[in-house]
């Protein structure tokens, strides 16, 4: 009785796939009891010439969900199975292929179709050869093809599964080698900053750990630099970020550019071991240099650096000049960790900056000066808490009578010892460390506070005059503020003036100039204070919906002594007339200047001439006879 089980393929590709298969919940069907449960679809390809088996295959086949073809011309297989990409071809063991051998030889032989190749075999002669070819599956004599559709049926599956795994490895693949470009991107993206190309901070850490081990290792030295630039804040408030990334980019090239040079060098001697160059945050860079030990090389560096670093940058039609600063510091003599150097060399940037530009080389003394720094951050938080700031009060008074028209307030911090701090050294402090924002609130509550007062004891002081910071300005509470201040104290809005330095108001700023136009939409008076000693200058009068230029008290001082002076005072005072201003002259000490600000036609003034800043009792006295 001959064997009518489904026979196991020649190879094991074939159970290997199924159970595969199996273990992904594929549906492999070669054992399923009821053949209407077999899915349809596929193609099966039949050559032989048994007329029985060209009968009865195409009826069983179909009845399993396959669709049939069975070409007379056997010689030309190869092409109508290349051509019809069948997922199965039925061979009669017996016919000749195109190559003068074995049809079912040239079907397995050709790499191309991959297609299973079930033989049908009539005699032991010919079961040996096919076993021999290795073919997908073979059937003998007696043909029951009710079976042997089972079996088809199952081939096509797994072929079609095969193809199926095929696509998804590929497809696997390609995800594999999409996420590993991610990957590379994303590791990119977390240690390079985007605007300059440059490494980040966290990069520039790592390479200053590789050179600090390779410093140990030969015995060299390393140079950390940090390089910074005085007032690129406010570069970035006047043309907006878009432009000032532009810059920062430019930067780049430009150490990049040092860089490049400083390789070149190395070729002609012995100089730079390495050196490497990094964005630290938006408005400070970083770079490290491993040398011989001559400083002489650190010194041309750096001077190297100022130098390209001062050129001019062209921007959207302008011309920028950048004021660098640069601080350095050296492994291993300064510091003998990553953090301490970057610090310390970050230290010694801000203490050139603190001199207005150039470089400085870490010291002990550059310490100190941080220190103290976070010394009065710390105190000054202390002294809001207990409300250890107060204000004095100077008399504005008319140049024409001398009658007082306002009181300008004052901060003052005075410490339990006895001890006054300047606001020269605590407010830049509280601008860095934003607490502006509340020294601000207190000053600007407390001021109407007292002119709700002197108003109340019967002097009717027009309006009071308060100090306001650039970082005031960009709290978006601000005019909130400043209506709650005058609301509680049951204040117009014009018994309000804010002076705003020359210095933190630069045109071009879109945010800044939105809250001076708020403000003067609630009715507050506004005034430019410290006139001709800032960055905006004459030009950006017309934009600033001001009422108010005080000239600094430097062009008054020598008002009687310097022809420049006057002629530069006059001038102040005719521009500001013109534009329809008030114009108020600061520092004014002696009689004669006063005499002279009347000829030039000036509107107001204050000064010692008057009064010294004092306590609103002190002051009270000098108010009474404001009209």
């Known amino acids: 009785m001959p064997d009518r089980r489904v026979q196991p393929a020649a190879n094991d590709d074939g159970i290997e796939l199924t159970q595969t298969l199996r273990s992904l919940r594929v549906p492999v069907v070669a054992n399923d ?56 071809i039925i061979v009669e063991a017996g016919l000749d292929g195109p190559d003068d051998q074995l049809l079912y030889r040239s079907l397995l032989d050709a790499a191309d179709l991959e297609v299973p190749v079930m033989v049908m075999c009539a005699s032991a002669r010919e079961i040996s050869g096919a076993v021999e070819a290795e073919p997908f599956d073979i059937v003998r004599k007696p043909y029951e093809w009710q079976v042997i559709a089972r079996r088809a049926r199952a081939a096509v599956d797994l072929h079609t599964a095969r193809g199926q795994l095929a696509d998804s490895k590929q497809t696997v693949e390609k995800a594999l080698e999409l996420a590993d470009v991610a990957r590379i ?47 690129f804040r406010l570069v970035v408030e006047a043309m907006g970020q878009e432009h000032a990334d532009l810059i920062l980019a430019e930067v780049g090239r430009a150490l990049s550019d040092c860089l490049l040079e400083t390789d070149r060098a190395e070729e002609t001697g012995p100089g730079i071991k390495a050196a ?28 190297r650096l100022l130098e390209r670093l001062s050129r001019p940058i062209q921007i959207a039609g302008q011309t920028i000049y950048l004021s660098a600063c640069l601080g350095i510091a050296e492994y291993p003599g300064d510091a003998r960790d990553v953090h301490s150097l970057l610090q310390r060399a970050d230290n010694a940037m801000r203490d050139a900056q603190s001199r ?11 310490d100190q000066a941080a220190a103290r720094k976070l010394r009065i951050e710390h105190m000054l938080h202390e002294a809001l808490d207990q409300r250890d700031l107060t204000l004095a009060y100077q008399p504005i008074n008319r140049v024409s009578d001398g009658a007082p028209v306002a009181a300008e307030a004052l901060l003052r911090w005075t410490l339990p010892d006895g001890t006054a701090v300047s606001p020269g050294v605590f407010v830049p402090v509280a601008e860095e460390s934003g607490l502006m924002v509340r020294v601000g609130e207190f000053v600007l509550a407390e001021a109407c506070r007292q002119l709700a007062a002197w108003r109340t004891a019967g002097i009717e002081l027009p309006y009071v005059s308060v100090n306001v910071s650039r970082v005031q300005l960009r709290n978006g509470d601000f005019v909130n503020q400043v209506q709650n201040a005058l609301t509680r104290n049951s204040l117009a809005p014009d018994s309000l003036e804010l002076e705003l330095s020359e210095r933190g108001v630069l045109a071009g700023d879109t945010d800044l100039l939105d809250q001076l136009r708020a403000l003067k939409a609630l009715g507050v008076r506004l005034a430019i204070d410290d006139f001709g000693t800032g960055d905006s200058a004459i030009a950006y009068l017309k934009e600033l919906p001001v009422d108010v230029l005080k000239i600094d008290q430097s062009y008054v001082r020598g008002i009687n002594a310097d022809g420049k002076d006057a002629a530069i005072a006059s001038a102040m005072i005719a521009l500001g007339q013109r534009l329809g201003l008030y114009v108020v002259a600061e520092g004014i000490e002696t009689a004669d200047q006063l005499e002279t600000l009347k000829t030039l036609g000036c509107d107001a003034f204050q000064g010692f001439l008057i009064a010294r800043p004092a306590a609103a009792d002190a002051i009270s006295g000098l108010l009474e006879s404001a009209s």
């Not at 994303?186 to 850490?205: A, C, I, Y």
């Not at 938006?282 to 001077?303: H, K, P, T």
């Open 276 to 303: 490497a160059a990094a964005s630290l945050d938006q408005f400070r860079f970083g770079l490290m240099f491993s040398y011989s030990g001559d400083e002489a090389e650190v010194r041309s560096l750096q001077q």
């Open 33 to 88: 009891p009821e053949i209407d449960e077999i899915a349809a679809g596929g193609k099966v390809m039949l050559f032989c010439r048994d007329s029985g088996s060209r009968k009865w295959a195409p009826r069983w086949l179909s009845q399993a969900g396959l669709e049939v073809r069975t070409p007379s011309d056997h010689r030309n297989a190869l092409t109508i199975a290349r051509e019809e990409r069948p997922d199965l």
């Open 185 to 231: 991107k994303l590791r990119s993206r977390e240690s390079f900053e985007p605007v300059t190309g440059l490494p980040n901070k966290t990069k520039f850490n790592d390479l200053l750990t590789r050179g600090m081990a390779a410093v140990d290792r030969d015995g060299n030295k390393l140079a950390v630099f940090v390089v910074g630039f005085n007032r």
């Open 356 to 366: 207005g530009g150039g470089f400085k080389y870490y010291c002990t003394e550059t």
